[in-house]
């Protein structure tokens, strides 16, 4: 009886193989899609450690709407973002479960802190829910730092690592410290300078109006303005003594995304890219001295190309000023490592994922 049944036990252990192999595979894949505040990304990753940060990303997509520059104009979401939005939400759903096969909890749908200033976020919520069945979840401005902190740092990395992400507006981060009982407490990090307001604030020191664009001028007033930068950078550490033991510092943020394209020029694979202060000081004199050199550069490179596109020399330049301040104020850097957080649009993935693993503390 067994020989004669022997085939079909075998073909369902197989199956049964099959299947389990496959539903396991399905639980390490998980996918976001963030209504950002200049345009929606779809991410999807295939996670193989996430203390380590092990992950490969399988899919991203983005598509562009200007919805922040919408809100601050009207106060509220436009007819046009709502549908645009659902119509994208849909069928970039409707891909990823038919590409991906993705375990329906492990599919996720946030909002940007800027969306809890529009009026009408709820027409926004309900439409994507109604056509998804799935909820959206509006990030909290006060959250926003640590969910920052908690994708952009590997967890492996918690107790000894800091971030700083060098926004448009601000440059933001943290550090988390380990408590008793196994409890952990962010400790955020905010500077009031980010690339364009630093820009701002240079530009307000030109007497003569008719000067403002002019290069020489911008780089003059420039440089006369980094004692106030490095002022501010000195009373955020000096408030923080506890970041200055750890031994990891990682990196985020248009400015050190701008740096690591145009001075390295390669496509580096890895998540974190290995940052000096020597490389930071090069780019430095390059952006103020030889700025052609990255002209030339774009012609030949998309990435670079998109650099350009989207910061001018005078941006390129606040931007590193901030970078290199914040290098510089470090005590002992030589004895600290340095990482750039190459897959930022990813972080609050990481974060959502590293909340809901047995694997990682977040006693929060």
Known sequence: MLKKNKPQILLYILLSLFFSINIFSQKSI???????????????????????????ILYFATERINFAEHISTNGELTQDDINKTGTTVIDQLKKIRTDFKILEENIFIVAAPVFSSARNVDALRNRITSLTNKDVEVLNVN??????????????????????????QTTKGGYIDELEDNKLEFIPLELDFGTMTLTDAVKKTVANPSQVNDMSTYQEKSFDFNPVLRKKIKEMLDANPLLLKKDKMYLSGGAVWAFSTLYYNENVKEHYVTLSLDDVIDYDAVLKNNFNKYNTLAKTNKEAARVLSTYDQKYLISANNILLSCLESIPNLKTKKIYFVKEGQVTWLISYIADRSKKVNTNF
């Open 30 to 56: 998980y996918a976001g899609i963030e209504i950002g505040r200049r345009a929606i990304k779809i991410s999807v990753l295939d996670v193989s450690n996430i203390k380590k940060a092990d992950y490969k």
């Open 143 to 168: 959250e926003e730092a640590k969910t920052l902190v908690k994708g952009a740092i590997p967890p492996v990395d918690y107790s000894n690592a800091f971030l700083l992400d060098i926004g448009a």
